[in-house]
């Protein structure tokens, strides 16, 4: 479909986005029972009666999981409900053992959140709501195999403990919709609930997207999208099923409530089943589990335990006057920020320290898929190599081959530009002869140079740069070539 056919089809409607994310905390146990939530582990292995559902088998709730739970809600400015409910959500799928799913319904452990998303809308700052956070335990995986005409089921994440982050449908593009949950899943990264890994299901989006005339106020029918493993691939899925529902609407029919699934590879949206409503869940409170109850003096112990999340660390950066390029990286991810702040205690100049972390750093780390922690390269050694660049010890060039040798070797800095050769030669009568041989043998440049067209020093301090093998002070042999010139 052509663009301007896409732009007939759309004008005149307003996109209406809710997000549903599922996300797996991090904890070492299910949500119910003492299994493990490894992942990877053989089909079936990290099993027990509680969640293979077998008669007399009762669920004991994770405490770890309810803390976790509480950092969510905390994190993201929710009003705790001190009572929560466990509830029981009936389905039928060859995967659920139980017949149902324990889930938290009318009373969740949290409501009435918000979210900044980092964008300005006619130059406010964009911030969406969420409805609620809650509990629940994840379901078990169908494997299917089409060239067998058979599915298998795997339960190992049977009863894994999840927190489903429900947004109001207050999103009104992809691009908002894409920036929603790139910020929420910093913010679960910064307050270290879940490693948020979308390959291993770790996090999960299901969209609910409608389309409405511009200026009614009343929603359009909602369709659930499903099946998007990737925030880009959700960006896109939104995409394509407002246009399709916009092509409904223009042609005269109406919008049929149901759950589609995207095909990211075709780029299209196809019908898995009608969209179930609350009612059909037939949901009713949980026996077997007592109210959830949480006290002051938990609520303020969770509190106390809460880093600094990343809006409050920007604000920090930005305050020492570093670009936004710089605080944007810096603040990436929660790793990258102590990193920072360990060189920048031992070397003052935060530009200094920014341009090697967000540079050289950063590479070797996006390089070899390393963690932050988990390089050779202590902070106390970077900050070691800055202090000689500040101090005219080596040049920069230099500097960058001292660092690649701090990543293999145990020396200092300063040890390895003596044994390379890489202190910048400061010596009168040896910078002199260097800058003399290119004057020798580039005469015309020399003349030109003299002539007075200084634009030719920067190639003539690179001649000579590259004649000392980068040793040479460029400070000085700038100095020495002006004298040249003047003299």
């Given at each position: 479909?052509?663009?301007?056919?896409?732009?007939?089809?759309?004008?005149?409607?307003?996109?209406?986005?809710?997000?549903?994310?599922?996300?797996?905390?991090?904890?070492?146990?299910?949500?119910?029972?003492?299994?493990?939530?490894?992942?990877?582990?053989?089909?079936?292995?990290?099993?027990?009666?509680?969640?293979?559902?077998?008669?007399?088998?009762?669920?004991?709730?994770?405490?770890?999981?309810?803390?976790?739970?509480?950092?969510?809600?905390?994190?993201?400015?929710?009003?705790?409900?001190?009572?929560?409910?466990?509830?029981?959500?009936?389905?039928?799928?060859?995967?659920?053992?139980?017949?149902?799913?324990?889930?938290?319904?009318?009373?969740?452990?949290?409501?009435?959140?918000?979210?900044?998303?980092?964008?300005?809308?006619?130059?406010?700052?964009?911030?969406?709501?969420?409805?609620?956070?809650?509990?629940?335990?994840?379901?078990?995986?169908?494997?299917?195999?089409?060239?067998?005409?058979?599915?298998?089921?795997?339960?190992?994440?049977?009863?894994?403990?999840?927190?489903?982050?429900?947004?109001?449908?207050?999103?009104?593009?992809?691009?908002?919709?894409?920036?929603?949950?790139?910020?929420?899943?910093?913010?679960?990264?910064?307050?270290?609930?879940?490693?948020?890994?979308?390959?291993?299901?770790?996090?999960?989006?299901?969209?609910?997207?409608?389309?409405?005339?511009?200026?009614?106020?009343?929603?359009?029918?909602?369709?659930?999208?499903?099946?998007?493993?990737?925030?880009?691939g959700v960006e896109r899925a939104l995409a394509a099923e407002f246009r399709r529902q916009c092509g409904v609407l223009v042609a005269g029919g109406s919008v049929q409530q149901q759950t589609?699934?995207?095909?990211?590879?075709?780029?299209?949206?196809?019908?898995?089943?009608?969209?179930?409503?609350?009612?059909?869940?037939?949901?009713?409170?949980?026996?077997?589990?007592?109210?959830?109850?949480?006290?002051?003096?938990?609520?303020?112990?969770?509190?106390?335990?809460?880093?600094?999340?990343?809006?409050?660390?920007?604000?920090?950066?930005?305050?020492?006057?570093?670009?936004?390029?710089?605080?944007?990286?810096?603040?990436?991810?929660?790793?990258?920020?102590?990193?920072?702040?360990?060189?920048?205690?031992?070397?003052?100049?935060?530009?200094?320290?920014?341009?090697?972390?967000?540079?050289?750093?950063?590479?070797?780390?996006?390089?070899?898929?390393?963690?932050?922690?988990?390089?050779?390269?202590?902070?106390?050694?970077?900050?070691?190599?800055?202090?000689?660049?500040r101090d005219g010890v080596v040049s920069s060039s230099a500097a960058k081959k001292i660092f690649a040798q701090l990543l293999v070797s145990t020396d200092t800095p300063r040890a390895i530009?003596?044994?390379?050769?890489?202190?910048?030669?400061?010596?009168?009568?040896?910078?002199?002869?260097?800058?003399?041989?290119?004057?020798?043998?580039?005469?015309?440049?020399?003349?030109?140079?003299?002539?007075?067209?200084?634009?030719?020093?920067?190639?003539?301090?690179?001649?000579?740069?590259?004649?000392?093998?980068?040793?040479?002070?460029?400070?000085?042999?700038?100095?020495?070539?002006?004298?040249?010139?003047?003299?």
């Amino acid at each position: 479909m052509s663009t301007a056919m896409e732009t007939d089809v759309t004008a005149g409607f307003e996109m209406v986005v809710g997000l549903e994310v599922h996300v797996q905390l991090k904890t070492q146990t299910k949500a119910f029972c003492g299994c493990s939530t490894n992942f990877g582990a053989p089909p079936n292995q990290n099993t027990c009666p509680v969640c293979l559902a077998l008669p007399g088998a009762l669920p004991v709730l994770n405490a770890r999981a309810v803390e976790l739970a509480l950092r969510v809600a905390l994190g993201f400015g929710f009003t705790v409900n001190a009572r929560s409910i466990f509830a029981r959500k009936n389905y039928f799928y060859p995967d659920l053992p139980k017949g149902y799913q324990i889930s938290q319904h009318d009373t969740p452990i949290a409501e009435h959140g918000r979210l900044d998303i980092g964008l300005l809308i006619n130059g406010e700052p964009r911030v969406i709501g969420i409805t609620r956070a809650h509990m629940e335990e994840d379901a078990g995986k169908s494997i299917h195999d089409r060239y067998e005409s058979a599915t298998a089921v795997d339960l190992n994440r049977s009863g894994v403990p999840l927190v489903e982050i429900v947004s109001e449908p207050e999103m009104r593009s992809p691009e908002e919709a894409g920036a929603y949950l790139r910020t929420l899943k910093q913010i679960l990264l910064y307050l270290d609930i879940s490693d948020c890994n979308m390959e291993e299901g770790s996090l999960r989006v299901d969209a609910n997207v409608s389309a409405r005339p511009f200026g009614q106020v009343r929603l359009g029918t909602k369709c659930e999208v499903k099946n998007m493993n990737s925030f880009s691939g959700v960006e896109r899925a939104l995409a394509a099923e407002f246009r399709r529902q916009c092509g409904v609407l223009v042609a005269g029919g109406s919008v049929q409530q149901q759950t589609l699934l995207w095909d990211g590879a075709k780029g299209e949206i196809r019908p898995a089943r009608s969209k179930e409503g609350s009612s059909d869940y037939r949901y009713f409170p949980e026996p077997d589990l007592p109210p959830l109850l949480i006290s002051d003096a938990e609520l303020a112990r969770v509190r106390e335990t809460l880093p600094e999340l990343p809006a409050a660390r920007r604000a920090r950066y930005a305050a020492m006057k570093l670009s936004e390029y710089d605080v944007q990286e810096l603040t990436a991810d929660p790793a990258t920020g102590p990193f920072f702040e360990a060189v920048l205690a031992l070397h003052a100049d935060a530009k200094s320290v920014a341009n090697w972390v967000n540079g050289e750093v950063r590479a070797v780390v996006n390089e070899r898929d390393t963690a932050w922690d988990a390089m050779s390269l202590e902070p106390a050694r970077l900050a070691a190599l800055i202090d000689l660049v500040r101090d005219g010890v080596v040049s920069s060039s230099a500097a960058k081959k001292i660092f690649a040798q701090l990543l293999v070797s145990t020396d200092t800095p300063r040890a390895i530009a003596e044994r390379d050769g890489l202190v910048q030669v400061r010596d009168d009568n040896a910078l002199a002869g260097w800058v003399d041989e290119v004057l020798a043998e580039h005469p015309v440049e020399a003349a030109r140079y003299a002539a007075g067209e200084k634009k030719l020093v920067g190639l003539l301090v690179g001649l000579v740069m590259k004649k000392s093998q980068g040793r040479a002070d460029p400070k000085l042999v700038n100095q020495l070539l002006s004298s040249r010139a003047t003299g």
